[in-house]
């Protein structure tokens, strides 16, 4: 089992920036990956980017390419978010999210969400 615990979220203006963060604890296996969804009321939870634990192959949705990145720290077990260039439709709560490959079995874990909001 994996418990994700995020911090970061906060209101910033339009055009600045703000950097998320996920730790992991419980096991945590090689087959790993771990990314970011938002959902904003009354809209369906987004993918945002993603990123490989073993490679560190990078995916990021086409809104938030050029602006966002994704890193992680393998030491800290945590996966970061950074936002630069931020925009009012980027308001949303932002949740972390692990994905886990053991054999054949797939697991999903979420953390709890934080909220973005970017005033125009």
């Known amino acids: 089992q994996v418990q994700l615990v995020e911090s970061g979220g906060g209101l910033v203006q339009a055009g600045g920036s703000l950097r998320l963060s996920c730790a992991a604890s419980g096991r945590t296996l090689s087959s790993v990956a771990m990314g970011w969804f938002r959902q904003a009321p009354g809209k369906q939870r987004d993918f945002v980017a993603a990123?490989?634990?073993?490679?560190?192959?990078?995916y990021y949705a086409d809104s938030v390419k050029g602006r966002f990145t994704i890193s992680r720290d393998n030491a800290k077990n945590t996966v970061y978010l950074q936002m630069n260039s931020l925009k009012p439709e980027d308001t949303a709560v932002y949740y972390c999210?692990?994905?886990?490959?053991?054999?054949?079995?797939?697991?999903?874990?979420w953390g709890q969400g934080t909220q973005v909001t970017v005033s125009s």
């Open positions: 990123i490989s634990w073993n490679n560190g192959n990078t």
């Open positions: 999210h692990a994905y886990v490959v053991v054999g054949r079995l797939e697991y999903s874990y």
